[in-house]
C-alpha cells in the first residue's frame, strides 16, 4: 500500500471540495446548485421582455423629453409631458417619474379629459400610482367650467381603483354617489357588486 501525501490526497479531493476549503460537496448541495441556476435562468427568461420593453420605454423618454423643450404652446408640452409620462410607466421602476409626469401634464392643460384618460390607461396596473394621480388632479385644480369634464373622469377612474379593492368598497360606493349627483353617469360596477347604482 502506498502511504497517503497531501498530494496524493488533492488529487482525490473534487476540484470544487478544494475551493471550499477541502469539504467536500454532497449530493444534496449539486441538486440545490442546480435548482438555483435553473430557477435564476427562468426568471432572466420571463422578466427579459420587461427589460427589453424598460430599454425601449427609456428610449422614448428621451425622445419626449426633446419634445417638451421644443413645446411652443401649452396643450403641445402637456402632451409631450403625457407622452413622457407613457414611456415612464412602460419602463421597469419608473413609476413615480409617469406620475410626475402625468401631474405636470394635467396641470399644463388641466381641461383635457384625454389626459386623464391617458394617465390612467398608462397606470392601470398600478392603482395606488393611480390613485395618488387622480388625487393630485383633483387638488390642483378647480371643478367648475371647461374642468368640470377632466374632474368627473378623475373621479371616475377613482371610484374604479376602489371597486377593485374588497376593502375599499365603501369609498367606491361614496364615489358612485358623488358622480351621480354631479351629474354623470356612474361607472359600471365589478361582478362581485351586483347591486344597482344609485338612482
Sequence with gaps: MVPETPASRNFQTPVLARIFRGKRISRMDW????????FGLYVIYRFRPMFAGSRAALGSLAEARKKIDAAKTDEERALALAEAGDACAGAVGRTTGAVGYYTRAMRANPSSVDLVERAAKGLLRRPRALEQLMWRRLASEGWGGNNKAAA???LTHLCRVYERSPRNKTRARMFEHLLVALGAPAPPRTRADSRPPPA
Design 152 to 154: 368627473l373622469a378623475a
Design 31 to 38: 441538486k440545490l446548485i442546480a435548482a438555483a441556476t435553473v
